[in-house]
């Protein structure tokens, strides 16, 4: 543990029986940025892992000065990151899992952004990728800003995953949001919240972080049980999302952001369930949940391409499957262009 002031970065990387050679490009990439004179600190939070960290990731941790290291009892990967917040003095929070990493060359391209000091969120580009020897692709710099969340909300889908941003810690803690802890679907619930109270947020496509797609990681899992406990936490995002409406003073904005983030996540869930390896009877239920929040039959909800298509299928289940398969054979064409 130290003390430094003046931190610009904190990165939180929770850590659960991930390989050391992942662990260690993980650390690398980030001491390896092209960071100049701009201080940053890396929080390492081990969540109980029955594999303790390497004897090279701990000389990782101790070569650099500005680490702290936090161990715990297993948790999940929400407490972890929150156990990484509460210990954060930096300006920006960025979580990065022990398993992806960044590219090289990239995190001084975002400085500016950063040095700006009044976004309360920053987006830059993610891949997903199979070969960690990939490098980031050549772009086009653009970045587009806009006064609020809930303005990007009406228009854009938010890409999962809170790994993509990064987030000023006073709006974080003014706002008192933090990972939503006992969920699997966390990074839709908070990006959601964080998304619903920002003022200032910047897009932008500067290539940052590296998902490496690689088997027994936590989304690979497809067991009947861990199935049915997806549709229950993502059903209660869907159920937060839809309880923002019910204040009295909610803005025309603010309800078009509600209607547009409702129906991306109405369209994952459904393509969630009905994709998934469950019974007919398991996924029947599920969708039946939309019920409760009145959600179906399914209302009309702005200009969402594949919602309202969805739509158009969901006067029964069995065109529902049909929508579902369909989506699946597009996103399969997609991936085989995309893929690294």
Known sequence: MYFMSNILCSIIIPFYNVPTELVDKCLTSIFSQDWGDNSYEVIFVNDGSPSPIAHSTQSLLD???????IKQENKGLSTARNAGLAAASGEYIFFLDSDDFWF???????????KESKYDIIKFSSLH????????????????????????MSTHNIIKGA???CYRRSFLNTQGIAMPEGIIHE?????????????DVLISNIPLYAYIKREGSIT????????????HDFFATLKFTASLKSSSQITDI????????????????????????SSHTDKRNALS?????????????????KYNLLRAFSHNYHSMLVWAKTIRFILKLKSRNQNY
Not at 104 to 114: D, E, F, H, R, V
Not at 191 to 196: A, D, R, S
Not at 257 to 272: E, H, Q
Request: with cysteine; charged share 15%.
């Open 289 to 305: 949940q939309l019920n409760e929040i009145g959600y179906y039959p399914l209302p009309k909800l702005g200009s969402n391409l």
């Open 163 to 165: 790994c993509t941003y």
């Open 254 to 277: 603010q309800t078009n952001a509600i209607n547009s983030r409702m129906s991306f996540l109405i369209c994952d869930y459904v393509y969630n369930v009905l994709n998934s390896t």
């Open 129 to 152: 990728i199979y070969d960690s020897n990939i490098h980031a692709p050549h772009y086009s710099p653009t970045a587009l800003a806009f006064e609020s969340g809930c303005e990007y």
């Open 187 to 199: 990074d839709e619930y908070f990006l959601t919240q964080v998304f619903f109270e920002a003022k």
């Open 104 to 114: 090289s060359n990239s995190i001084g391209q975002l400085l500016p952004c950063l």
């Open 63 to 69: 070569s650099f000065d500005h680490s702290t290291y």
């Open 220 to 231: 690979s899992r497809t067991t009947r049980q861990q199935w049915l406990r997806s549709f």
